[in-house]
Nanobody, 127 residues
């Protein structure tokens, strides 16, 4: 089974950019869709973005997020990324990556479809 480890979180100022990484080991990363989710304090975990196994299709939580967050992957490095730009206070959350073994062209967005999760990385945006 794939094991996932997130990195790249930290404390940034509003308007800054940050790139999160999700490194995979073991299992079949190349045959898995990858998703990014986040959980803000006192809120439920929510979907951010996902990418299919080959990187040819992506899915974002909202059109507005699509322009600010970019999900990508490098199967040769067994790593997925979430590039975040123009971060705002409301982007403060623990960010999780997750994997779902599927060769579907369209990546899932429901967290119940992902069976492997990382431990999360904290992103804090200050004013």
């Amino acid at each position: 089974q794939v094991k996932l480890v997130e990195s790249g979180g930290g404390l940034v100022e509003a308007g800054d950019s940050l790139r999160l990484s999700c490194a995979a080991s073991g299992g079949d990363f190349g045959g898995s869709a990858v998703g990014w989710f986040r959980q803000a304090p006192g809120k439920e975990r929510e979907f951010v973005a996902s990418i299919n196994w080959s990187g040819t299709n992506t899915n974002y939580a909202a059109d507005s997020m699509k322009g600010l967050f970019i999900i990508s992957r490098d199967n040769a490095k067994n790593t997925a990324y979430l590039q975040m730009t123009s971060l705002q206070l409301e982007d403060t959350a623990v960010y999780y990556c997750a994997a779902a073994q599927t060769y579907s062209r369209y990546p899932p967005s429901n967290e119940n479809q992902f069976n492997v999760w990382g431990q999360g990385t904290q992103v804090t945006v200050s004013s």
